[in-house]
């Protein structure tokens, strides 16, 4: 589809363009109700399975579960979009997660059980999230896609808040209602996506199919020697690697604080709550009031402004001030991840971006788990402001680093050429990632 991939207009998208299309709302709409849902079951789950059994640890299982899929498969299973209608993916992969949904909310379920079932049903996440991200570039041309990817993130963010509250004063009074609210959302999302979107032929044609570790291989070679894929991987990545630590810390930073004026709780409230905040605010500013080109050159210096943000920590502020710190960062966030999503998925051939999309969010999901780790364990033996503000010096140096690498402006638009030529049919999808002019930045094909 060569009208789908043409070059971005000069001027920013707005939103009233992106929302004109119809196939957009359709997917918006299910992702929202998606979203909401799937954060009112992790507030659901968490809490059912603690009354049950009275285990902080068995709950907090519950809701790490989650995470699970991306970090032992989620490459493998976002390969297999690739091999299907998109359309299909999705809307099968929500019924599966509907069905079992269903089945959690039965009342008097074994914890063992609802554990086994949660994981079955985040299983159906990895594809479903890989056929959408596909989808957005065939739906949204040019400068149209990073604003809708911008819009999405920013409510992806706000999903998140409404459910986690919504999903606590709900299932405190019925967990069961929280968890057939979930199963409902499911339902109505296969529904829009079943008739407002276009049922297109698998990226991957049968006759070019091989072995599915073998195509899943093809994406992380893809990513990370194609050198724009890879800088773009590597910014995300770093990007990652800071701004969750104050969410991730959160609770233990504000008890440690918890004479500064303001109760424990509501000091995680706010310090978990800014970064978000941050991050919907700077994702709709950037998406709707600079210029592409703008955006594209704001990336290397939002690199480093964002970890830099953190950096103050160093000097115990009260909590009021951390929160305003993450907000900070989180706004700075907002101006790389859309931007930098929209870039990559231009810089990918149909019939690799489902592929490359399960790398990506895996890498994602294990560098946010590994930040969380490691200075948790840091802030066993050192105090939190210290941990965090070194973490964040750390970040500053390291994106330093990056956003000198950067690609120039020649080889990213060759690369972004070369995938839309690619995508027009000048090469297959079934072409080796290592094969040809992958490794040559004038023709990089991603």
Known sequence: ??????????????????????????????????????????AAVTLLVYKETDSVALSAAAFAVSYLPWLIGGPLLATIAERHRYRQIMVICDLIRMALMLLIAIPGMPVPLILALLFATTLANPPSQAARSALMPLILPGDRLVVGLSINASV???????????????????TTAAL????TAFAVSAVLVRFGTRDRAPAIASEHRRHLLRETAEGFRLVFRTPVLRAIAILVFGAMLCSIVPEGLAAAWANERADSGMNAGMAQALIMASSPVGFILGGLLMGRAVAPSRRIA???????????????SLLDPPPVVVALLAAACGFAVAGILPVANGLFVQALPHGYRARAFGVMAT????????????????????????????????GVVLMAFVARRWPDAQTVEATVEAARASSAGSATPSQEPGQGNVDRPRHAVT
């Open 1 to 42: 589809m060569v009208s789908d991939e043409r070059p971005p207009p000069e001027g920013p998208a707005t939103f009233r363009e992106v929302f004109a299309q119809g196939e957009y709302r359709a997917i918006f709409l299910a992702n929202t109700l998606t979203w909401i849902g799937d954060y009112v079951a992790k």
């Open 156 to 174: 992806g963010q706000a999903a998140q808040v409404v459910g986690y509250l919504l999903g606590a004063a709900v299932a405190t009074v019925n």
């Open 180 to 183: 057939l609210m979930n199963a």
């Open 298 to 312: 704001l990336l290397r210096p939002l690199a480093v402004i964002a970890p830099l943000m953190l950096v103050p």
């Open 363 to 394: 890498g994602v999901q294990v560098i946010q788990g590994a930040a969380v780790l490691a200075t948790g364990l840091l802030a066993e033996h050192y105090p939190i402001p210290i941990v965090v503000g070194l973490w964040s010096a750390a």
